[in-house]
């Protein structure tokens, strides 16, 4: 293989095809993976809006004890723990204590923002419930105007927590034991603390592969797209395998993903997007990846499998701009 000037290798490789078995496997070649479900990264633009893991959070409005106004899409660019709850609620009442646990252990970083949502004519009530029992929490009290969505919880209490971005990555309803959450929660504050990116482009085989690389503390991540030129069509049946090469300075955090089967369509309608999130041991080094996936020409229903073999620059030299 011959290394470019942007200190990345791809090489293309033909396979036999991909056999897609039940209970989460697949064969290739006499050899076993076992499967992950396929978890794109959502954005702004692309998530749907709802209350589930994966959904963009509608831009709720809501005011302060002091009445001053704030909206949800100003706290972008931090994690936000969002609680609904109210004081005549009697899981909310077993919940809190666990919520104020949570609140002290992190109420000094600045990458977390907790917001306590209670329905305007419960405010006061509930404000006053939480005062004389010594909780410390942010409260709110839920103002939204009637031409802006509303975000409709059946039940309480339910905890949205979202990303940097206002996408739902911790949905959960009823009480929960939040103080036994903690760890989970310094991992979602650190994996999201982005400081930099940076990207690279791939062309192989009836695609191109778009990497962009996320230094964060301590993780970083690598996002994946695969780009069908050409009018080429990604074979969803065939799916999409992420495999570590044997060169990677880096302790994957999450597993490789490979793509679930589509049951409604042979080709996948949107581009595939895929996220990992690593360690490296030290601020140099490679991730190289086998990524395997199937694909069709222009004109042609008869789908290829193919493999492509990347390695992506962690150190932060010869990056390239999409």
Sequence with gaps: MQRNTQSFIHTNIAIRPLLFLAFGFIILTGCAYTTHSLRSFPTPDTAPIGAEEGMRCPNLMFQDEQGQGKELQNYRGKIVFLNFWASWC???????????KLYDALKNDEGIEFILLTIKKDFDVSKQYAKSLGYSLPLYKATPPDDRPILKIASIPRTLIL???????????????????????QDLIRTSAVTSGR??????????????????KPNSSLRLALVPENGVKLSSKRGIVVSPGEKSSVRWVTPMPVSQIEEDTDYFLDTPKLA???????????????????????????CVPA????????SGLGSTSL
């Design 90 to 100: 009697i899981p909310c009442q077993r919940e809190m204590p666990s919520i104020q």
């Design 163 to 185: 990303d940097r971005n206002g996408i739902i990555v911790m949905s959960k309803a009823g009480e929960q034991p939040w103080n036994y959450w903690l760890e989970r929660v």
């Design 199 to 216: 990207h690279y482009r791939f062309p192989v085989d009836g695609v191109r592969i778009e990497v962009e690389v996320v230094d964060g």
């Design 276 to 302: 990992l999130s690593f360690i490296s041991s030290a601020n140099s080094g490679v991730v190289d990846l086998i990524i395997e996936y199937g694909y069709c020409k222009a004109n042609s229903e008869e």
């Design 307 to 314: 493999k492509t073999v990347i390695e992506v620059p962690i």
